[in-house]
């Protein structure tokens, strides 16, 4: 019996047809540029840091790329609906939008100079040149361009799979199973072949500069550091910034010099990642070597968790020294040979059982001692290594608990502790400085008179957050990409212009890259601390004595103004 044609062989072009839009002779989509441009202008807008001409540029193609697909998928759903085709936009319309561009885009800059001129004047950075605006236009038209082929590459892609996939599958199903496969080999591909082939060769770049060994940097000659006489760990195994950070801090003399008294030198330890297969294993290690340097014998023990470098911020260790006039002793170790913000991204986890076994490990022997010949303990780290200092501690209370003191200088937004203190801070304190408990063991503090806010008893134990509100290390987290982070609802820091805004996804494509920028500013602006420190330790550790003057000297011997 004959039911009739074929489904499967019915003509389906002129359906198609009316529900794919218009293709014109560019081989763009008219709504697509006109969203892009319009979330490029938006890209221009202030941000937290002033950026170059090359960020600029990134973000605005980035932004472009992201309006163009929002604004082509739109107009494929409104074609699909209606299933009709529009009117394909003609030579004239597109004329127009290439005017409209240009005109817009020279409005749009003027405002752009101007918001950066209010910006680099508040932050004491130099002006843009006039070839910013330029290299801006061609950095973020060959960004767009990149981006719009390596996607029109993978719709290719996944069109000729569903072509094959056709001969045996109804139509809509070969174009459902395509994508699924595209979809999945990218992924594969983005975290096989090609995450293992970038982290070998990002390994093997970093542990080549980490065995570096300046001629600038001579080995300790006194027991009181780690690869001196006597030492339990080598001078190559330590690292590039393990090298730097036993060799540097002030001498005996400069000591001396500050205080008006015979000074100590200094006890600093340090393992490298070479100097043992395990990070329990290399704190165990540094203890045994702070032990040989009679660390615990001093009158402050400073634990500090590093970046993914193994850096540590000399002012911040420094200002101990200088506070105890050397009767000091100061222990860390290397976890990764990968800066922060890489190894922050791939092994953010090595960062918490470094922080984590090293502070266990110091803390077992320290708890053995007599309580009255024990040395005060402090825990510290900026950065990444706040991060992965605070994995010691389940929360303010614990390191109150077991420590004599903390100081985290530039937390990051992933900071568990930090984060719950934030989300759980007090009515009406603002998230970029909030208040917690009404101060009484953690204060969050961005200048040195944020130190007395509250003005409220603050016992010791203390414990202080540093952290500015225009840093984007702090602030910078995938959530911005669709939700509006509540410093940016609340009033301005006092170094983040008013005019700046939360948009979806361009903001978080902004502050992505003030995250590149973010120490290439002044002191006591986005991710640079330098002033403060001396201030923040004054308040934790201060000894008996100290004097505000004192903490006015340290500052100056911090900033180099002395």
């Given at each position: 019996m004959d039911s009739g044609p074929s489904v499967r062989n019915a003509p389906t072009e002129p359906e198609s047809e009316a529900a794919r839009p218009p293709r014109d002779p560019h081989g763009l989509s008219f709504t697509g540029m006109v969203l892009a441009l319009l979330v490029a202008w938006i890209s221009l807008t202030p941000s937290l840091l002033p950026r170059g001409p090359l960020f600029q540029g990134i973000v605005s193609g980035a932004a472009a790329f992201v309006g163009y697909g929002l604004g082509t998928l739109l107009a494929a759903v409104a074609f699909w609906m209606v299933r009709r085709r529009p009117p394909r936009p003609g030579g004239a319309v597109w004329t127009g939008l290439a005017v409209l561009a240009v005109a817009g885009s020279v409005g749009v800059f003027l405002w752009f100079a101007h918001w950066q001129r209010d910006l680099r004047t508040l932050m004491e950075v130099d002006g843009l040149s006039w070839r910013a605006y330029p290299t801006i236009v061609i950095v973020a038209v060959i960004i767009f361009a990149a981006l719009l082929l390596t996607a029109r590459a993978v719709v290719w892609?996944?069109?000729?799979?569903?072509?094959?996939?056709?001969?045996?599958?109804?139509d809509r199903f070969a174009v459902v199973a395509a994508c699924l496969v595209v979809v999945v080999g990218t992924v594969g591909i983005l975290n096989g072949v090609v995450a293992d082939a970038g982290m070998t060769?990002?390994?093997?770049?970093?542990?080549?500069?980490?065995?570096?060994?300046?001629?600038?940097?001579?080995?300790?000659?006194?027991?009181?550091?780690?690869?001196?006489?006597?030492?339990?760990?080598?001078?190559?195994?330590?690292?590039?910034?393990?090298?730097?950070?036993?060799?540097?801090?002030?001498?005996?003399?400069?000591?001396?010099?500050?205080?008006?008294?015979?000074?100590?030198?200094?006890?600093?330890?340090?393992?490298?990642?070479?100097?043992?297969?395990?990070?329990?294993?290399?704190?165990?290690?540094?203890?045994?070597?702070?032990?040989?340097?009679?660390?615990?014998?001093?009158?402050?023990?400073?634990?500090?968790?590093?970046?993914?470098?193994?850096?540590?911020?000399?002012?911040?260790?420094?200002?101990?020294?200088?506070?105890?006039?050397?009767?000091?002793?100061?222990?860390?170790?290397?976890?990764?040979?990968?800066?922060?913000?890489?190894?922050?991204?791939?092994?953010?986890?090595?960062?918490?059982?470094?922080?984590?076994?090293?502070?266990?490990?110091?803390?077992?022997?320290w708890s053995t001692l007599a309580m009255d010949a024990r040395p005060k303990l402090v825990v510290f780290g900026e950065s990444l290594g706040s991060f992965g200092g605070e994995a010691a501690f389940s929360g303010v209370q614990d390191m109150a608990a077991r420590t004599d003191g903390v100081l985290f200088v530039g937390p990051t937004a992933s900071n568990e502790v930090w984060r719950d203190v934030t989300a759980r801070r007090d009515s009406g304190s603002p998230e970029r400085l909030p208040i917690y408990r009404d101060g009484r063991i953690v204060r969050f503090v961005a200048r040195a008179p944020d130190l007395?806010?509250?003005?409220?008893?603050?016992?010791?134990?203390?414990?202080?957050?540093?952290?500015?509100?225009?840093?984007?290390?702090?602030?910078?987290?995938?959530?911005?990409?669709?939700?509006?982070?509540?410093?940016?609802?609340?009033?301005?820091?006092?170094?983040?212009?008013?005019?700046?805004?939360?948009?979806?996804?361009?903001?978080?494509?902004?502050?992505?890259?003030?995250?590149?920028?973010?120490?290439d500013v002044p002191d006591g602006h986005g991710h640079t601390f330098h002033a403060a420190i001396a201030d923040s330790w004054a308040a934790i550790l201060a000894p008996a004595g100290w004097s505000e003057a004192d903490t006015t000297r340290l500052r100056a011997v911090l900033t180099g103004s002395a």
């Open positions: 892609v996944a069109r000729a799979i569903a072509g094959v996939l056709g001969r045996v599958l109804p060769l990002l390994n093997d770049v970093f542990k080549n500069v980490n065995n570096e060994i300046g001629a600038e940097i001579d080995a300790p000659q006194g027991p009181e550091r780690s690869g001196g006489p006597g030492s339990l760990v080598s001078w190559e195994s330590l690292g590039r910034q393990g090298r730097i950070f036993v060799a540097g801090g002030p001498t005996a003399a400069q000591l001396a010099t500050f205080s008006g008294r015979p000074a100590s030198t200094p006890v600093r330890v340090y393992t490298g990642l070479a100097s043992a297969p395990t990070p329990e294993e290399e704190a165990a290690l540094a203890v045994a070597e702070l032990e040989r340097a009679g660390g615990f014998q001093r009158a402050v023990l400073g634990v500090a968790t590093t970046t993914g470098t193994g850096w540590i911020n000399e002012r911040t260790a420094a200002a101990v020294e200088y506070l105890y006039n050397g009767d000091t002793a100061l222990v860390s170790m290397q976890y990764s040979y990968l800066p922060s913000w890489i190894s922050f991204v791939v092994d953010k986890e090595r960062a918490r059982r470094a922080g984590r076994a090293l502070f266990d490990a110091v803390y077992a022997r007395g806010r509250p003005a409220s008893e603050w016992p010791s134990p203390r414990v202080v957050y540093l952290q500015h509100a225009s840093d984007p290390i702090t602030w910078w987290t995938p959530e911005l990409l669709f939700r509006e982070p509540d410093w940016l609802r609340e009033p301005r820091g006092d170094d983040v212009l008013p005019a700046t805004r939360w948009y979806p996804v361009v903001t978080f494509l902004q502050v992505s890259a003030d995250m590149a920028v973010s120490v």
